[in-house]
């Protein structure tokens, strides 16, 4: 299953040149890095970086993440995962640009 993380251009850039990466300043704060599925992400999106251009959609497979990878209940009691490792490049399947159009975010589609 595919799942998926929302980085801004910096946070993208740092774990291009760094190779790995212990998430944005909230990831560090809490202890893990969060993902969304799917059918969540979307709502991270308009939740977390509502207004904000020049970010990157990273997809990740879930079953290669290893037992880092722990679904979690987040908001509203739904299951969020989360990893508690760094997030390697090597862990991404594929990067794409999130720009914002008419003050929403285009999505790709999703699997």
């Known amino acids: ?6 980085f801004r251009a910096p ?5 291009e040149e760094a190779g790995q990466t212990d998430g944005a300043p909230i990831d560090v704060t809490d202890g893990y890095i969060h993902i969304s599925t799917a059918a969540q992400v979307e709502e991270t999106a308009a939740k977390h970086f509502a207004g904000e251009d020049g970010l990157m959609l990273i997809a990740l497979e879930a079953e290669s993440l290893g037992e880092g990878l722990r ?4 908001r509203g009691g ?3 995962p989360h990893l508690y490792r760094p997030l390697r490049l090597d ?4 990067s794409k640009p999130l720009p914002l159009v ?3 975010h285009d999505f790709p589609e999703l699997e």
Not at 71 to 74: M, N
Not at 91 to 94: F, P, S
């Open 1 to 6: 299953m595919l799942i998926y993380k929302i």
């Open 11 to 15: 946070e993208w850039a740092a774990l």
């Open 71 to 74: 679904c979690e209940p987040s």
């Open 78 to 80: 739904a299951l969020f």
């Open 91 to 94: 862990d991404v399947l594929w």
């Open 102 to 104: 008419g003050g929403r």
